[in-house]
């Protein structure tokens, strides 16, 4: 074409060339999507072997990993694991934090898009617990939107609700301004794209309740 611009081979959005290259062939939107069902995989995959193997982890360990969050998925069970109950409050503090942190792409719009409500409500959960400033008060304005919008403030509620009476288009606009706000890098100023608070926030807050954490090893 001669302006440059192809289809997206997945949802036929015009594209520039450049970028149909860079995601072969996918929109931006597109490749969040697969990006994020991609971490989706692996985090079932890693909730199978835990439920195979069981789960002990040695937290120490963990702790000097070169990225803690990313090290901790694949050791605890996520909140879709039938492990996931036997987890102490504290660990499923840590749990939620790192499946967010493997599945948040972009920004709130995606998760939001491919219906992870639980996740999104266990963040903010574990944000308020860490007290983690920039990921509490992003996810805090995403639950206000939703409710402007009339979702219940129930994440099992807000997956089995029907949207025929929402205006999706004001409500995904809104939603990109929420991610443009939290997730854009703009140079000197925090972002949870380019420099988050919580993953250091996490390690004090294990650090905090580290004999429950060590317990667990060799369980
Ligand atoms: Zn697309």
Not at 175 to 180: F, G, I, N, V
């Amino acid at each position: 074409m001669s302006d440059g611009r192809i289809p997206c081979t997945k949802c036929g959005a015009s594209i520039l060339d450049i970028t149909a290259r860079l995601n072969a062939g996918l929109c931006g939107k597109c490749e969040n999507n697969r990006l994020q069902e991609q971490a989706e995989l692996q985090r079932k995959e890693q909730d199978r072997l835990i439920r195979e193997k069981g789960f002990s982890y040695d937290i120490d360990r963990l702790l000097e990993a070169e990225n803690f969050l990313l090290s901790v998925v694949g050791e605890l069970p996520g909140q879709d694991s039938p492990c996931y109950p036997d987890l102490t409050s504290e660990e499923k503090v840590i749990s939620d934090l790192a499946s967010y942190n493997v599945l948040c792409g972009n920004g709130f719009g995606t998760l939001f898009s491919n219906g992870y409500f639980r996740l999104l409500d266990g963040a903010l959960l574990a944000a308020r617990e860490i007290g983690s400033g920039l990921l509490f008060e992003g996810l805090t304005e995403f639950w206000a939107i939703l409710a402007d919008y009339g979702f219940p403030r129930d994440p099992i509620q807000c997956q089995e609700m029907s949207t025929e009476d929402v205006d999706v288009d004001a409500l995904y606009e809104t939603l990109a301004e929420l991610d443009e706000k939290y997730f854009h890098y703009r140079p000197g100023e925090p972002s949870l794209w380019a420099s988050p608070d919580y993953p250091a926030k996490a390690k004090a807050y294990v650090r905090e309740h580290i004999e429950i954490f060590r317990s667990r090893k060799n369980n």
